[in-house]
């Protein structure tokens, strides 16, 4: 079955949900072929080639959302740091760091629902800078209108990252302060602004595998970019703290799964990779990815930047 979805993504053509749900029960042995088969899709669409980004948390904490997997939401009780956004010249701090390691894009981040007036007008001004010292600048600020985002694109915003989160169906069990559909309004707002969007989801909430299947279609249907999986890292004080940790070979059997229903796109592996891999860590260009999230993420640590350019130069891969 492994092999016959191979060579069915391989010659072009596309699986259905009935088949990735085939996917999502391969276990045991069976998962080292399933890894062997999301690598060779990834050699055809996606080359020898690595993307890579990197973010600051730019305004942190004080969130009103209700979401129930983030340390900076109104029912999380943690002990992250909060403060307002940053000014300009701590962004381009962080992007000079990211960009003298090769990296090639940089995102600000900030928490909130969405943001006001006054800091998009500061924050295009750290868009522009970006831009002009050779990185693409992406962002991430929550439900903006197409012409909140228009005004980024013509400061020289790139990609607007916005995650779906999970499926339309378990989207409820973790958040009721926005819709569904608000994300899929702000995804679509940000392509008619004519900008690259990247949007995933959080995988270890509690989800289904068909929650997982339905997420993937969901994107592919949106013609995103690009796509960043995150595993969920159960702190203390979210909501979400009793949550199991995903197994690793489950992580890397979602990569595979999402590269056979994906196998164009950039399949990102961001938050939770280092706490949820693990030693298998150096497993997900094999399974599938071919973007990593480095550094540190939002709230939690990541890989440094020479740890994952030397991972990337042992597979024999190169950085865009």
């Known amino acids: 079955m492994i092999h016959s979805l191979k060579n069915k993504v391989l010659s072009g053509s596309s699986i259905t949900k ?8 391969i276990q045991n042995s069976d998962l080292f072929d399933l890894f062997s088969a999301a690598g060779r899709i990834r050699e055809k669409f996606r080359k020898e080639y690595v993307d890579l980004c990197a973010i600051i948390n730019a305004k942190s904490g004080a969130c009103p959302e209700d979401c129930s997997y983030c340390a900076q939401s109104s029912k999380s009780k943690t002990d992250i740091s909060v403060y307002p956004l940053v000014k300009k010249d701590a962004v ?6 990211a960009k003298d390691a090769g990296v090639k894009r940089f995102c600000v981040v900030t928490s909130g629902k969405r943001t006001g007036k006054k800091e998009l007008a500061e924050i295009a001004s750290m868009i522009e800078a970006i831009r002009g010292i050779g990185l693409l600048p992406c962002a991430t600020l929550g439900l903006l209108d197409r012409d909140d985002l228009l005004f980024l694109k013509n400061s020289g915003l790139e990609r607007y990252h916005h995650n779906l989160e999970t499926s339309e169906r378990f989207f409820p069990e973790i958040c009721r302060t926005h819709t569904y559909y608000d994300k899929i309004k702000t995804v679509e707002a940000a392509m008619a602004a004519g900008l690259s969007v990247c949007s995933g989801g959080i995988f270890g909430m509690g989800e289904t595998w068909q929650d997982r299947i339905d997420m993937a279609f969901a994107v592919k249907e949106l013609y995103v970019a690009s796509i960043p999986i995150n595993f969920l890292i159960p702190l203390k004080g979210t909501c ?13 059997k979602i990569i595979s799964l999402y590269r056979f229903i994906l ?47 030397k991972l990337i130069e042992q597979y024999g891969l190169k950085v865009i």
């Open 92 to 97: 381009l701090e962080k992007a000079r760091e």
């Open 263 to 309: 196998p164009e796109k950039e399949i990102r592996i961001c938050g939770g990779r280092t706490q949820i891999l693990g030693e298998f860590n150096s497993w997900v260009f094999m399974a599938g990815a071919d973007s990593l999230l480095t550094g540190n993420y939002l709230t939690t640590t990541g890989r440094t930047y020479k740890d994952d350019l």
């Open 18 to 25: 009935s088949e990735a749900l085939l996917i999502s029960g």
């Open 240 to 252: 979400m703290s009793e949550k199991e940790f995903l197994h690793p070979l489950e992580a890397l």
